[in-house]
């Protein structure tokens, strides 16, 4: 198994855990998680690895930092949405890659809904990103993606597009490489036609590409 498998399996199993460990002490939202010291214990787990499962969980908005004060689980109705969510991703064993299909669902029906809107297809953030392109020949790939639901302008989706790309693999993070450029340039500028058809076919060869040298 390597290591971003490994490192997958080590996540689930600590948000597994600590759900269990929720579940059986009876901590309710709002109150104080143990110390990062006492879940690594009781988990059987480095520091290092329940750190970063507490900052993921941070992310989606189940618990809350407070400076100096520890870690509390989030009350439901700070975000019921995120709370939705959260069940779903803390139950299923396969709900990472679940999770990825599901952004690209929303990324794909936006795509859709841009294509047959002609002040949608005329936005300027198209030919900036292209020239961006162009020009740096890199774009932080989310920002891409992100740009996609906004203009789509179904808030809903946005809210719960935000929510799966925080489970994103980091390389969605990054920016984009010479490679990838083609693509995306084709995405942009089938976007601004309304060429659907042309348009998911780039977004498909993009996401292949990058399945299969990146992710």
């Known amino acids: 198994m390597d290591t971003k498998q490994e490192n997958k399996k080590v996540f689930l ?3 597994k855990d600590l759900r269990e460990l929720i579940k059986s002490e009876g901590i309710q939202p709002g109150d104080k998680l143990p110390s990062e010291r006492v ?4 988990l059987n787990v480095g520091r290092s690895s329940v750190r970063e499962a507490l900052r993921s969980l941070e992310l989606l ?15 439901v109705q700070s975000n019921q949405l995120v ?10 064993n396969k709900s990472i890659e679940d999770v990825h299909t599901t952004r690209r669902m929303l990324e794909k029906e936006a795509i859709r809904v841009i294509c047959s809107n002609r002040l949608l297809r005329d936005l300027p953030v198209w030919e900036s990103l292209f020239m961006k392109l162009e020009v740096e020949n890199e ?3 989310n920002d891409i993606l992100k740009e996609l639901i906004i203009a789509s302008g179904n808030r809903l989706a946005l809210k719960i597009w935000l929510q799966l790309a925080a489970y994103s693999t980091k390389p969605l993070k990054q920016p984009t490489t010479s490679d990838e450029k083609f693509k995306l340039q084709i995405l942009l500028k089938s976007l601004q036609l ?3 058809k042309e348009a998911l076919g780039a977004y498909e060869d993009w996401m292949n590409y990058l399945r299969n040298t990146i992710l």
């Open 194 to 196: 309304g060429y659907e």
């Open 61 to 75: 908005g189940l618990i809350e930092t407070r400076h100096g004060g520890g870690t509390f689980l989030a009350t």
């Open 39 to 42: 879940l690594s214990e009781r």
């Open 13 to 15: 199993k600590i948000v």
């Open 139 to 141: 774009v932080i790939r």
């Open 83 to 92: 709370e939705i969510l959260a069940s779903f991703i803390l139950q299923e």
